[in-house]
T-cell receptor, first 112, second 112 residues
């Protein structure tokens, strides 16, 4: 079974803090994604990566950056957290162009 | 991706079969039907997918009509842990590395 883990289930940060969210997968998948999910807005893609050191902007990259130094690890960085970044953050992974995305458990971030 | 229509909510008694419908009348020939579910405060979980033949796995069965304009996800013996929001998505398989877009889904409640 594919295993996708995220560093925290719940996180509380203050406005202006730098926040790191980490995602690790154990299946050697090439593609990894960061989404955020908000009530009424569904899933929105922040960034994705097709390979180590490669990254592509998704639909809402503003205020975020990412890092992929190793194939199994994809980090989402909030450079200066703001209250409108309070959300559920979901990491997903998929092998090449196969069809199924596998998600981590999610990190619920609250920015005060 | 083709648009899907699902009922906003459904109820089912524990131990009975839960049948979740999905309409996708504009589906094209190379688009698959995927089902995911999301239990409260967790990441989405892949359930099953199919092209035109009925499919079954350890979690569920997928019945696709002959004209492919609709499908039904069947949970044969629903348990309380199956309470979740169920999402039906249609997409081209080779777009597995593209972002997932969830609609509103069906909120399934399993009652004891």
């Amino acid at each position: 079974d594919v295993k996708v883990t995220q560093s925290s289930r719940y996180l509380v940060k203050r406005t202006g803090e730098k926040v790191f969210l980490e995602c690790v997968q154990d299946m050697d998948h090439e593609n990894m994604f960061w989404y955020r999910q908000d009530p009424g807005l569904g899933l929105r893609l922040i960034y994705f990566s097709y390979d180590v050191k490669m990254k592509e902007k998704g639909d809402i990259p503003e205020g975020y950056s990412v890092s992929r130094e190793k194939k199994e690890r994809f980090s989402l960085i909030l450079e200066s957290a703001s209250t409108n970044q309070t959300s559920m953050y979901l990491c997903a992974t998929v092998q090449g162009h196969k069809e199924t995305q596998y998600f981590g458990p999610g990190t619920r971030l609250l920015v005060l | 991706d083709a648009k899907t229509t699902q009922p906003p909510s459904m109820d089912c008694a524990e131990g009975r079969a839960a049948n979740l419908p999905c309409n996708h009348s504009t589906i094209s020939g190379n688009e698959y039907v995927y089902w995911y579910r999301q239990i409260h405060s967790q990441g989405p979980q892949y359930i099953i997918h199919g092209l035109k033949n009925n499919e079954t796995n350890e979690m569920a069965s997928l019945i696709i009509t002959e004209d492919r304009k609709s499908s039904t996800l069947i949970l044969p013996h629903a348990t309380l842990r199956d309470t979740a929001v169920y999402y039906c998505i249609v997409r081209v398989a080779s777009q597995g590395a593209q972002k997932l877009v969830f609609g509103q889904g069906t909120r399934l409640t399993i009652n004891p």
